[in-house]
């Protein structure tokens, strides 16, 4: 049911574009017709709030929506404490799944162990020897594999050590990273697509219930098709962006389904915690180079003559250096395409100002700190590196997006902003607090930035003649860190896609 005429008064109403909240906002079926002081509204049935607060819906600008979904179906290993936590719960999670032949897991963390050692495919036969176990790790950039699953994927014997790490008898130890893992999941049986359809309107459901209207998810052809299905059975509620991975660019096009890709997503680097992050050192550089130079500059080129906004995956300092330089030339000659850099967590005080630009668009995701903070902390220091320098991205004129990267983090977008507003977890003591950023910053990398840089049209901000995409949330993010939210009600175009039960529409 969409609303018709209504006005929420007795609220605090952030419009994503002032920095100061109004007190009322009007809606005309899906559309904001008038925002300001209570006085000024049109005489239209009244809902008060009670001083709850108003806001336009969130974007998560970085996720994998349907990889997230499928973990619906598969073993989360993200709370475990060490090998045996996580062999314990293989083991319970394979005995009430014996119509699965697969195992499959996911967010284990070697780093948040009580004995932080990297497992091998002997722990796991020790448990499951005549059923194939995969688990990826919590950043999805390896994964550890049990001796069958090894087996049937027809892993290689070996690979540069970097991604298939032998153990001191020269066999594989089980674990398998980055390209090697991309290759072997490729061979893992899919979820039948019906199953995978109802797990993502799951996930949509949890997602409307945050607070999130709208997602830049990251997916694979079958990803692109299960939100094919799910948006031609009408139950598609958020809007979306789509990255593509790991398909062509000409595979990209297809004129006659409802969702079709608008960005390409390219890796020039790994991650911080599986240690393969591109960083520049004070003798060379350290971490895995994915695609670079050369070829990286082919694939971006060949992405902007398709029509797509490359967005390219750099974590370390040297791949952000990288991206910078693929980059520059081609934003000019490239107006009317995006340019996205995806995590930007670490960059050079030099690079920086090769960072900003119209179209160049930095997709930051602020909880990565509060997991990456003692890898980083471990990391040899070097003058002139930046670590998830929000504060000062902003201040020279870049252009932040805001994501979580769920299902790597959670989608929480509320743990997110806090960790944007005060860098660190809850009650701890802020970590490098100058890069902290102001709320209504926060607030456009997750509303307004994200809806533009998707070409959603009149979306992200509340002003007259936008669509009527809002929360209404018990707490003001603009007074404190909202680590505990209540999201009461979530709009999209007008319609109620979710409610908690307290407030009464007319
Ligand atoms: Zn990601």
Same mark, same amino acid.
């Given at each position: 049911?969409?609303? &018709? &005429?209504?006005?929420?008064? #007795?609220?605090?109403?952030?419009?994503?574009?002032?920095?100061?909240?109004?007190?009322?906002?009007?809606?005309?079926?899906?559309?904001?017709?008038?925002?300001?002081?209570?006085?000024?509204?049109?005489?239209?049935?009244?809902?008060?709030?009670?001083?709850?607060?108003?806001?336009?819906?969130?974007?998560?600008?970085?996720?994998?929506?349907?990889?997230?979904?499928?973990?619906?179906?598969?073993?989360?290993?993200?709370?475990?404490?060490?090998?045996?936590?996580?062999?314990?719960?293989?083991?319970? *999670?394979?005995?009430?799944?014996?119509?699965?032949?697969?195992?499959?897991?996911?967010? *284990?963390?070697?780093?948040? *162990?009580?004995?932080?050692?990297?497992?091998?495919?002997?722990?796991?036969?020790?448990?499951?020897?005549?059923?194939?176990?995969?688990?990826?790790?919590?950043?999805?950039?390896?994964?550890?594999?049990?001796?069958?699953?090894?087996?049937?994927?027809?892993?290689?014997?070996?690979?540069?050590?970097?991604?298939?790490?032998?153990?001191?008898?020269?066999?594989?130890?089980?674990?398998?990273?980055?390209?090697?893992?991309?290759?072997?999941?490729?061979?893992?049986?899919?979820?039948?697509?019906?199953?995978?359809?109802?797990?993502?309107?799951?996930?949509?459901?949890?997602?409307?219930?945050?607070?999130?209207?709208?997602?830049?998810?990251?997916?694979?052809?079958?990803?692109?098709?299960?939100?094919?299905?799910?948006?031609?059975?009408?139950?598609?509620?958020?809007?979306?962006?789509?990255?593509?991975?790991?398909?062509?660019?000409?595979?990209?096009?297809?004129?006659?389904?409802?969702?079709?890709?608008?960005?390409? &997503?390219?890796?020039?680097?790994?991650?911080?915690?599986?240690?393969?992050?591109?960083?520049? #050192?004070?003798?060379?550089?350290?971490?895995?180079?994915?695609?670079?130079?050369?070829?990286?500059?082919? &694939?971006?080129?060949?992405?902007?003559?398709?029509?797509?906004?490359?967005?390219?995956?750099?974590?370390?300092?040297?791949?952000?250096?990288?991206?910078?330089?693929?980059?520059?030339?081609?934003?000019?000659?490239?107006?009317?395409?995006?340019?996205?850099?995806?995590?930007?967590?670490?960059?050079?005080?030099?690079?920086?100002?090769?960072?900003?630009?119209?179209?160049?668009?930095?997709?930051?995701?602020?909880?990565?700190?509060?997991?990456?903070?003692?890898?980083?902390?471990?990391?040899?220091?070097?003058?002139?590196?930046?670590?998830?320098?929000?504060?000062?991205?902003?201040?020279?004129?870049?252009?932040?997006?805001?994501?979580?990267?769920?299902?790597?983090?959670?989608?929480?977008?509320?743990?997110?902003?806090?960790?944007?507003?005060?860098?660190?977890?809850?009650?701890?003591?802020?970590?490098?607090?100058?890069?902290?950023?102001?709320?209504?910053?926060?607030?456009?990398?997750?509303?307004?930035?994200?809806?533009?840089?998707?070409? *959603?049209?009149?979306?992200?901000?509340?002003?007259?003649?936008?669509?009527?995409?809002?929360?209404?949330?018990?707490?003001?993010?603009?007074?404190?860190?909202?680590?505990?939210?209540?999201?009461?009600?979530?709009?999209?175009?007008?319609?109620?896609?979710?409610?908690?039960?307290?407030?009464?529409?007319?």
């Amino acid at each position: 049911m969409t609303a &018709k &005429k209504l006005v929420f008064a #007795g609220c605090r109403c952030w419009t994503g574009q002032d920095s100061s909240p109004a007190s009322a906002i009007a809606v005309d079926r899906g559309t904001i017709a008038a925002v300001g002081a209570q006085a000024t509204m049109p005489p239209w049935p009244q809902v008060d709030l009670g001083g709850r607060t108003v806001m336009p819906g969130l974007v998560d600008s970085h996720c994998h929506l349907t990889s997230a979904a499928t973990r619906r179906l598969r073993v989360g290993l993200a709370a475990c404490v060490s090998l045996d936590h996580v062999l314990r719960d293989v083991c319970a *999670w394979g005995a009430s799944h014996q119509g699965d032949e697969w195992i499959r897991g996911w967010g *284990w963390d070697q780093h948040r *162990w009580v004995a932080p050692t990297l497992p091998s495919r002997h722990d796991l036969d020790r448990v499951v020897r005549d059923r194939p176990v995969w688990l990826a790790r919590r950043d999805g950039h390896s994964a550890w594999l049990n001796t069958l699953a090894m087996e049937r994927l027809g892993a290689p014997e070996s690979a540069p050590a970097d991604l298939l790490p032998l153990d001191a008898d020269g066999s594989p130890v089980g674990i398998v990273r980055e390209t090697l893992m991309d290759d072997l999941a490729l061979r893992l049986p899919a979820h039948p697509e019906n199953v995978h359809a109802r797990v993502v309107m799951e996930e949509q459901d949890h997602l409307l219930s945050e607070g999130i209207v709208g997602v830049h998810t990251v997916e694979r052809a079958r990803g692109i098709g299960v939100l094919n299905r799910v948006a031609a059975g009408n139950d598609l509620r958020l809007r979306i962006y789509v990255m593509a991975e790991a398909i062509q660019p000409e595979e990209c096009l297809q004129p006659d389904v409802p969702i079709s890709p608008g960005g390409f &997503k390219l890796f020039v680097d790994g991650s911080l915690g599986s240690g393969t992050a591109w960083m520049l #050192g004070d003798d060379g550089t350290t971490g895995t180079p994915v695609t670079t130079g050369a070829e990286l500059a082919g &694939k971006v080129q060949a992405a902007l003559e398709h029509g797509l906004d490359p967005c390219v995956h750099a974590i370390g300092d040297r791949a952000v250096r990288e991206v910078a330089d693929v980059f520059e030339g081609r934003r000019v000659s490239h107006p009317e395409r995006f340019f996205r850099i995806e995590h930007v967590q670490h960059l050079d005080a030099s690079d920086l100002s090769r960072l900003i630009g119209p179209n160049l668009l930095l997709s930051v995701q602020p909880c990565h700190l509060l997991s990456d903070r003692p890898v980083v902390a471990a990391l040899p220091a070097r003058p002139g590196r930046l670590d998830f320098a929000f504060g000062t991205m902003l201040a020279a004129g870049g252009n932040l997006l805001m994501g979580t990267d769920f299902p790597i983090e959670p989608s929480d977008p509320w743990r997110n902003i806090a960790a944007a507003l005060e860098r660190c977890d809850e009650g701890e003591r802020p970590w490098h607090g100058e890069e902290r950023l102001a709320w209504p910053a926060v607030l456009r990398a997750y509303s307004a930035a994200p809806s533009r840089m998707a070409r *959603w049209g009149r979306t992200g901000v509340l002003a007259p003649g936008f669509a009527a995409d809002l929360l209404v949330v018990e707490r003001d993010p603009g007074v404190a860190a909202p680590w505990h939210q209540r999201v009461c009600l979530t709009m999209i175009g007008g319609d109620p896609v979710y409610s908690d039960g307290s407030i009464d529409l007319p």
